[in-house]
């Protein structure tokens, strides 16, 4: 049974960095599709990004140009979210998720199976 966890999150200035990172255990994350996700208090889930089996990314609009989706090569269980130039609207938990899918594209819109308690970003000046 494959188990996530993320890390990475904190407090952050606008116009900061952060970067986390989604580590699986049960298996290694190289066989499946891993998305992030975030959800603020009060909104809806929003899909992030996603990195396929391949190595194709795709991202949402929102982040395109600012956050950066990657696989660790030499450890094959995590995945990481580098994100820069962070906004106030950044603010909220991430969550990754997992789908053993094996497209060569990936997309957020699927159901992901598999997901991690999340790690809380936040912000503010």
């Known amino acids: 049974q494959l188990q996530l966890v993320e890390s990475g999150g904190g407090s952050v200035q606008p116009g900061g960095s952060l970067r986390l990172a989604c580590v699986g255990s049960g298996s290694g994350l190289e066989y499946y599709t891993i998305g992030w996700f975030r959800q603020a208090p009060g909104k809806e889930r929003e899909g992030l990004s996603c990195?396929?089996?391949?190595?194709?990314?795709?991202y949402a609009d929102s982040v395109k140009d600012r956050f950066t989706i990657s696989r660790e090569k030499s450890a094959k269980n995590t995945v990481y979210l580098q994100m820069t130039n962070l906004k106030p609207e950044d603010t909220a938990r991430y969550y990754c998720?997992?789908?053993?899918?094996?497209?060569?594209?990936?997309?957020?819109?699927?159901?992901?199976?598999?997901w991690g308690q999340g790690t809380q970003v936040t912000v503010s000046s």
């Open positions: 990195i396929s089996m391949s190595g194709v990314t795709n």
């Open positions: 998720a997992a789908v053993a899918i094996g497209d060569y594209y990936c997309s957020v819109a699927r159901d992901y199976g598999y």
